[in-house]
């Protein structure tokens, strides 16, 4: 099974579309996770036409997508377990406190988003992905997005590009 993973979109604040890239690249998935900051719910109708999704609202979404998602989500697929959390909060840095929402919940992999930043580390055991962000790079050279590969194990990758 292929995941295509992505946060921090801020559709339109940020970009007018999703960029062409993930709409190509996402064509090919089995699922789709968005780690929050979407921006818009039609950004949720156009991943839907691709793939299933699974998403979580994040700080700097509307009110319409923070009453319509969830802040954290945990989803079984080819039996591992995915925890997805935006990571915003008060006290202490994104990691953390995405590894902390799940502290309580056995999970395989933890799907983060907030700092724009591309992560990718397992500790203790739990694969800790922050696919970056396809259209807010900040200080990153590239933008990106991210790619899970579930059968044999976990395997994900950053998929780093420029400006269309």
Do not use: W
């Not at 921090?8 to 789709?32: G, M, W």
């Not at 969830?70 to 997805?84: D, P, S, V, W």
């Amino acid at each position: 099974m292929i995941v295509g993973v992505l946060s921090d979109t801020h559709i339109p604040s940020k970009a007018k579309a999703l960029p062409n890239r993930i709409i190509q690249s996402f064509k090919e998935v089995d699922h789709i996770i968005h780690a929050g900051d979407i921006g818009s719910i039609e950004v949720l109708d156009q991943l839907k036409a691709l793939a299933p999704v699974t998403a979580v609202c994040g700080n700097a979404d509307p009110d319409e997508i923070k009453t319509t998602l969830q802040a954290k989500e945990i989803i079984t697929l080819e039996g591992y377990r995915i925890g997805i959390v935006h990571g915003h909060g008060k006290a202490g840095k994104t990691l953390g406190r995405a590894m902390k929402c799940f502290e309580n919940d056995h999970v395989d992999c933890i799907v983060f988003g907030h700092s724009h930043i591309p992560f990718r580390e397992e500790i203790d055991q739990v694969l800790l992905f922050n696919p970056g962000s396809p259209t807010d790079k900040r200080r990153n050279e590239f933008f990106s997005y991210g790619i899970i590969k579930l059968g044999d194990g976990l395997k994900a990758k950053h998929v780093f590009f420029t400006k269309e």
